[in-house]
Protein backbone atom coordinates (compact mmCIF):
# COMPACT_ATOMS: atom_id res chain seq x y z
CA UNK A 1 0.00 0.00 0.00
CA UNK A 2 1.09 3.86 -1.13
CA UNK A 3 0.49 7.10 -0.94
CA UNK A 4 -0.78 8.56 -4.46
CA UNK A 5 -1.16 12.14 -3.11
CA UNK A 6 0.08 14.50 -0.36
CA UNK A 7 -1.34 17.59 0.70
CA UNK A 8 0.37 19.47 3.54
CA UNK A 9 -0.25 22.38 6.05
CA UNK A 10 -3.24 25.12 5.09
CA UNK A 11 -3.36 23.88 1.79
CA UNK A 12 -4.76 20.49 2.68
CA UNK A 13 -8.04 22.33 4.37
CA UNK A 14 -8.00 25.10 1.81
CA UNK A 15 -8.23 21.66 -1.11
CA UNK A 16 -11.16 20.22 1.02
CA UNK A 17 -13.10 23.40 1.44
CA UNK A 18 -13.14 24.17 -1.93
CA UNK A 19 -15.01 21.00 -2.69
CA UNK A 20 -17.10 20.60 0.61
CA UNK A 21 -17.86 24.60 0.97
CA UNK A 22 -19.63 23.88 4.36
CA UNK A 23 -16.03 24.11 5.62
CA UNK A 24 -16.41 27.57 5.43
CA UNK A 25 -19.23 27.47 7.70
CA UNK A 26 -17.39 28.29 11.58
CA UNK A 27 -19.57 26.65 14.39
CA UNK A 28 -21.57 28.82 16.25
CA UNK A 29 -25.55 28.93 17.03
CA UNK A 30 -27.19 29.77 13.28
CA UNK A 31 -25.01 28.83 11.61
CA UNK A 32 -27.58 25.84 10.16
CA UNK A 33 -28.74 28.19 7.46
CA UNK A 34 -25.45 28.75 6.17
CA UNK A 35 -24.50 25.30 6.32
CA UNK A 36 -27.19 23.64 4.67
CA UNK A 37 -26.30 26.15 1.62
CA UNK A 38 -23.16 25.47 1.55
CA UNK A 39 -23.40 21.76 1.93
CA UNK A 40 -26.70 20.84 -0.06
CA UNK A 41 -26.11 23.71 -3.09
CA UNK A 42 -22.17 24.17 -2.93
CA UNK A 43 -22.88 27.79 -2.22
CA UNK A 44 -20.30 29.27 0.03
CA UNK A 45 -20.82 32.06 2.69
CA UNK A 46 -20.09 35.87 2.09
CA UNK A 47 -16.63 36.55 3.20
CA UNK A 48 -15.63 33.05 3.40
CA UNK A 49 -12.70 31.73 5.35
CA UNK A 50 -11.29 29.47 7.54
CA UNK A 51 -10.17 31.34 9.97
CA UNK A 52 -12.03 29.10 12.89
CA UNK A 53 -9.62 26.44 11.93
CA UNK A 54 -5.66 27.20 13.67
CA UNK A 55 -3.84 25.01 11.29
CA UNK A 56 -0.46 23.44 11.56
CA UNK A 57 2.42 22.75 9.32
CA UNK A 58 2.18 19.21 10.00
CA UNK A 59 -1.73 18.81 8.74
CA UNK A 60 -2.40 16.90 5.76
CA UNK A 61 -4.18 15.24 3.12
CA UNK A 62 -3.27 12.05 1.82
CA UNK A 63 -4.83 9.52 -0.53
CA UNK A 64 -3.90 6.21 0.23
CA UNK A 65 -3.93 3.37 -1.89
CA UNK A 66 -5.80 0.44 -0.90
CA UNK A 67 -7.00 -2.85 -2.62
CA UNK A 68 -10.61 -1.44 -2.21
CA UNK A 69 -9.10 1.90 -4.53
CA UNK A 70 -8.16 5.10 -2.45
CA UNK A 71 -9.16 6.89 0.53
CA UNK A 72 -8.62 10.29 1.45
CA UNK A 73 -7.40 10.70 5.13
CA UNK A 74 -7.16 14.24 6.65
CA UNK A 75 -4.48 14.19 9.43
CA UNK A 76 -5.59 17.67 11.85
CA UNK A 77 -2.62 17.67 14.49
CA UNK A 78 -4.28 20.23 16.91
CA UNK A 79 -7.42 18.61 18.65
CA UNK A 80 -9.18 21.75 18.64
CA UNK A 81 -9.47 21.72 14.94
CA UNK A 82 -9.97 18.04 14.73
CA UNK A 83 -13.19 18.66 17.19
CA UNK A 84 -13.90 21.65 14.55
CA UNK A 85 -13.85 20.04 11.68
CA UNK A 86 -15.94 17.04 13.38
CA UNK A 87 -18.31 20.01 14.39
CA UNK A 88 -18.95 21.17 10.91
CA UNK A 89 -18.84 18.09 8.48
CA UNK A 90 -20.36 15.49 11.58
CA UNK A 91 -23.18 18.44 13.23
CA UNK A 92 -23.88 21.00 10.84
CA UNK A 93 -21.96 23.51 12.12
CA UNK A 94 -23.50 23.24 15.81
CA UNK A 95 -20.83 23.80 18.50
CA UNK A 96 -21.73 20.67 20.11
CA UNK A 97 -18.87 18.91 22.48
CA UNK A 98 -16.80 15.95 20.87
CA UNK A 99 -16.00 13.03 23.02
CA UNK A 100 -12.46 13.01 24.05
CA UNK A 101 -12.58 9.81 23.34
CA UNK A 102 -13.06 10.26 19.43
CA UNK A 103 -9.83 10.22 18.10
CA UNK A 104 -11.01 9.37 14.53
CA UNK A 105 -14.15 9.15 12.18
CA UNK A 106 -15.35 8.42 8.79
CA UNK A 107 -17.61 10.72 6.65
CA UNK A 108 -19.33 8.76 3.66
CA UNK A 109 -21.39 10.02 1.41
CA UNK A 110 -21.01 13.79 1.82
CA UNK A 111 -21.91 16.21 -1.43
CA UNK A 112 -18.53 16.87 -3.51
CA UNK A 113 -19.04 20.20 -5.19
CA UNK A 114 -15.35 19.40 -7.04
CA UNK A 115 -16.79 16.77 -8.78
CA UNK A 116 -19.81 18.60 -9.89
CA UNK A 117 -17.69 21.42 -10.86
CA UNK A 118 -15.56 18.77 -13.19
CA UNK A 119 -18.93 17.24 -14.35
CA UNK A 120 -19.84 20.60 -15.76
CA UNK A 121 -16.71 21.74 -17.16
CA UNK A 122 -16.48 18.65 -19.09
CA UNK A 123 -20.13 18.53 -19.99
CA UNK A 124 -19.67 22.39 -21.89
CA UNK A 125 -15.78 21.08 -23.31
CA UNK A 126 -18.43 18.30 -24.79
CA UNK A 127 -20.69 20.97 -26.60
CA UNK A 128 -23.42 20.44 -23.97
CA UNK A 129 -26.31 23.62 -23.46
CA UNK A 130 -29.02 22.27 -20.48
CA UNK A 131 -26.94 21.39 -17.88
CA UNK A 132 -29.97 21.53 -15.78
CA UNK A 133 -31.05 18.56 -17.05
CA UNK A 134 -27.92 16.60 -17.31
CA UNK A 135 -27.19 17.47 -13.91
CA UNK A 136 -30.19 16.32 -12.44
CA UNK A 137 -29.88 12.38 -14.84
CA UNK A 138 -26.26 12.25 -12.79
CA UNK A 139 -28.21 13.38 -9.92
CA UNK A 140 -29.90 10.75 -9.83
CA UNK A 141 -27.21 8.12 -10.25
CA UNK A 142 -26.15 5.93 -6.58
CA UNK A 143 -23.55 7.58 -5.17
CA UNK A 144 -23.24 10.33 -8.06
CA UNK A 145 -21.04 13.43 -6.75
CA UNK A 146 -20.49 11.87 -3.56
CA UNK A 147 -17.06 11.28 -1.13
CA UNK A 148 -15.62 9.48 1.90
CA UNK A 149 -12.79 11.07 3.69
CA UNK A 150 -11.24 9.97 7.02
CA UNK A 151 -10.30 12.78 9.54
CA UNK A 152 -8.23 11.64 12.35
CA UNK A 153 -6.64 13.84 15.23
CA UNK A 154 -2.92 13.43 16.45
CA UNK A 155 -2.36 11.60 20.30
CA UNK A 156 -1.32 8.37 21.91
CA UNK A 157 -3.28 5.51 19.73
CA UNK A 158 -6.23 4.36 21.99
CA UNK A 159 -5.29 6.47 24.43
CA UNK A 160 -2.33 4.32 25.68
CA UNK A 161 0.94 5.92 27.06
CA UNK A 162 4.36 5.61 25.85
CA UNK A 163 5.72 3.96 28.86
CA UNK A 164 3.20 0.93 28.08
CA UNK A 165 4.94 0.44 24.99
CA UNK A 166 8.01 -0.37 23.55
CA UNK A 167 8.54 3.27 22.17
CA UNK A 168 9.70 6.69 22.80
CA UNK A 169 7.13 9.17 23.56
CA UNK A 170 7.67 11.22 19.83
CA UNK A 171 8.20 7.65 18.14
CA UNK A 172 4.92 6.36 19.74
CA UNK A 173 2.56 9.55 18.78
CA UNK A 174 4.05 9.14 14.98
CA UNK A 175 3.45 5.24 14.95
CA UNK A 176 0.04 5.73 16.92
CA UNK A 177 -0.93 8.39 13.61
CA UNK A 178 -0.26 5.73 11.62
CA UNK A 179 -1.79 3.21 13.32
CA UNK A 180 -4.57 5.64 13.35
CA UNK A 181 -4.65 6.07 9.62
CA UNK A 182 -4.54 2.24 8.54
CA UNK A 183 -6.98 0.93 11.35
CA UNK A 184 -9.85 3.51 9.90
CA UNK A 185 -8.42 2.46 5.95
CA UNK A 186 -9.52 -1.21 7.24
CA UNK A 187 -12.60 0.13 7.91
CA UNK A 188 -13.33 1.81 4.74
CA UNK A 189 -11.63 -1.79 2.55
CA UNK A 190 -14.55 -3.76 4.67
CA UNK A 191 -17.36 -1.45 4.20
CA UNK A 192 -16.59 -1.52 0.56
CA UNK A 193 -15.42 -4.87 -0.29
CA UNK A 194 -17.69 -6.91 2.58
CA UNK A 195 -21.01 -4.18 3.27
CA UNK A 196 -22.69 -7.07 4.93
CA UNK A 197 -20.34 -8.20 6.79
CA UNK A 198 -20.50 -6.38 10.26
CA UNK A 199 -18.92 -7.98 13.28
CA UNK A 200 -18.21 -4.89 15.68
CA UNK A 201 -16.32 -6.21 18.12
CA UNK A 202 -13.99 -8.78 15.71
CA UNK A 203 -13.89 -5.56 13.27
CA UNK A 204 -12.02 -3.34 15.76
CA UNK A 205 -9.47 -6.63 16.28
CA UNK A 206 -8.96 -6.83 12.46
CA UNK A 207 -8.54 -3.26 11.91
CA UNK A 208 -6.03 -3.18 14.67
CA UNK A 209 -4.26 -5.16 13.10
CA UNK A 210 -3.99 -3.33 9.71
CA UNK A 211 -3.10 -1.11 12.09
CA UNK A 212 0.22 -2.15 13.66
CA UNK A 213 1.21 -3.78 10.63
CA UNK A 214 1.45 -1.18 8.40
CA UNK A 215 3.04 1.16 11.47
CA UNK A 216 5.04 -1.13 12.59
CA UNK A 217 5.59 -4.16 10.69
CA UNK A 218 4.70 -6.65 13.18
CA UNK A 219 1.74 -7.94 15.30
CA UNK A 220 1.98 -7.51 18.98
CA UNK A 221 -0.49 -9.19 21.00
CA UNK A 222 0.78 -7.38 24.56
CA UNK A 223 0.02 -3.76 22.46
CA UNK A 224 -3.50 -4.82 20.35
CA UNK A 225 -4.73 -6.57 23.96
CA UNK A 226 -3.38 -3.34 25.79
CA UNK A 227 -5.16 -1.41 22.93
CA UNK A 228 -8.81 -3.10 23.74
CA UNK A 229 -8.67 -3.45 27.50
CA UNK A 230 -8.57 -7.25 27.20
CA UNK A 231 -6.51 -10.23 28.64
CA UNK A 232 -6.26 -13.81 28.99
CA UNK A 233 -8.09 -13.69 33.03
CA UNK A 234 -10.54 -11.20 31.13
CA UNK A 235 -11.63 -6.95 30.59
CA UNK A 236 -9.08 -5.11 32.37
CA UNK A 237 -10.91 -1.41 30.90
CA UNK A 238 -10.46 -0.54 27.57
CA UNK A 239 -12.29 0.47 24.22
CA UNK A 240 -13.68 -3.25 24.01
CA UNK A 241 -16.86 -1.94 25.82
CA UNK A 242 -17.54 0.39 23.61
CA UNK A 243 -18.86 -2.43 20.72
CA UNK A 244 -19.95 -4.77 22.83
CA UNK A 245 -24.06 -5.63 22.54
CA UNK A 246 -26.06 -5.46 25.54
CA UNK A 247 -26.01 -9.62 25.69
CA UNK A 248 -22.04 -9.42 25.27
CA UNK A 249 -21.94 -6.34 28.09
CA UNK A 250 -23.39 -9.50 30.76
CA UNK A 251 -20.25 -11.50 30.08
CA UNK A 252 -17.68 -8.76 29.24
CA UNK A 253 -14.96 -10.70 30.94
CA UNK A 254 -16.00 -14.43 29.28
CA UNK A 255 -16.02 -11.85 25.62
CA UNK A 256 -12.58 -10.45 26.83
CA UNK A 257 -10.43 -13.38 27.15
CA UNK A 258 -11.64 -14.85 24.14
CA UNK A 259 -10.28 -12.03 22.02
CA UNK A 260 -7.15 -12.14 24.02
CA UNK A 261 -6.91 -15.75 23.10
CA UNK A 262 -7.71 -14.52 19.29
CA UNK A 263 -4.78 -11.83 19.28
CA UNK A 264 -2.41 -14.74 20.63
CA UNK A 265 -3.35 -16.70 17.64
CA UNK A 266 -2.88 -13.57 15.21
CA UNK A 267 0.14 -13.45 16.13
CA UNK A 268 1.21 -17.10 15.57
CA UNK A 269 -0.22 -16.81 11.99
CA UNK A 270 1.15 -13.37 11.47
CA UNK A 271 4.20 -14.48 9.61
CA UNK A 272 6.59 -12.33 6.89
CA UNK A 273 3.81 -12.59 4.25
CA UNK A 274 1.13 -11.37 6.12
CA UNK A 275 2.76 -8.56 7.00
CA UNK A 276 3.84 -7.49 3.04
CA UNK A 277 0.37 -7.47 2.40
CA UNK A 278 -1.63 -6.36 5.86
CA UNK A 279 -5.11 -5.63 3.45
CA UNK A 280 -5.11 -9.72 2.46
CA UNK A 281 -4.25 -10.53 5.75
CA UNK A 282 -7.47 -8.14 6.99
CA UNK A 283 -10.03 -9.83 4.23
CA UNK A 284 -8.41 -13.58 5.79
CA UNK A 285 -9.33 -13.02 8.85
CA UNK A 286 -12.60 -11.29 8.14
CA UNK A 287 -13.60 -14.84 6.06
CA UNK A 288 -12.62 -16.97 9.14
CA UNK A 289 -13.26 -15.06 12.51
CA UNK A 290 -11.30 -16.63 15.37
CA UNK A 291 -14.25 -14.91 18.02
Known amino acids: ME???SIKGREALEALARRFPQLYVAPAEGAQDAHRAAA????APEGANLDHFVGSPRDELR???TPAGPVEVLFLERRCDFETFLQVVGHKSAPVPIARTVGAITFRGLADWGKVAEAFAAYLAAGGDDWGSEFARLASQPGAFRSEIVVIS??????VSADETPYGP???LRISREIRLHH??????CRRTMPDDVLPVWDEVTADVVGLLCATARYDTALAARFLGVSESGFTGGRLAEYLSEEQATRIDEVAASIYAACERIEQACGPSEAADPFAFLLALKRSPLV
Open 3 to 5: DVK
Open 40 to 43: GRGI
Open 63 to 65: EVD
Open 154 to 159: EGPYSN
Open 170 to 172: DEW
Open 184 to 189: ECAHVV
